[in-house]
């Protein structure tokens, strides 16, 4: 097993070494998605999406 671990790590240095010193978060991105469906329950059984992309665009400046 620590060799197999070993050998992740060599081929996987430069990634790690990457993203330690460049660190990015997907956590505006997922509340996104969380938003699109918690409104997209919301708004359920609304035959057109006349109510919903108006509070699409409304949301939108917010994560911006």
Known sequence: PYLGFAKNLRNHAEVIIASTSHPLSTSMVEGMNDWFKVNTRRVY???DTD????????ELPRYT
């Open 45 to 47: 059984g609304y035959r």
């Open 51 to 58: 109510y919903f992309l108006p509070k699409i665009r409304a």
